[in-house]
């Protein structure tokens, strides 16, 4: 792991095991924060993996492709006859969420 000066009082994540999910690991504002969130706690020796309904490797920050991506919750559709967009959003979630809690391993 890279060497890096903690801030006293503070420990090194090494062998944490840290889950985050998002709905879409597009090209956003969001999606650099959590991809930069994913990369700080790796650096500080976390074992990280985002869980996410929906990732294109074509179409996202270049950032992302250094991280653990699963995509779960994507057997749902994204829209019903072209409405219902945040609804179906909301369900992928829960699919994801739920795949996560039951059946992902455990997570700190």
């Not at 920050?61 to 967009?85: A, H, M, Q, T, Y």
Request: overall charge positive; glycine content about 10%.
């Amino acid at each position: 792991f890279p060497t890096r000066v903690m801030k006293e009082g503070k420990k090194p994540l090494i062998g944490k095991y840290i889950a985050i999910l998002h709905p879409d690991l597009g090209i956003g504002g969001a999606e650099q924060l959590i991809i930069n969130i994913a990369l700080a706690l790796q650096e500080n020796g976390a074992i990280v993996r985002m869980y996410t309904p929906r990732y294109d490797p074509n179409r996202c920050f270049e950032d992302s492709k250094l991280l653990d991506v699963e995509v779960r919750g994507s057997i749902f559709p994204r829209s019903i006859f072209g409405k219902c967009f945040a609804l179906c959003a909301y369900i992928r979630m829960m699919l994801c969420a739920i795949h996560v809690a039951f059946f992902a391993g455990g997570y700190d």
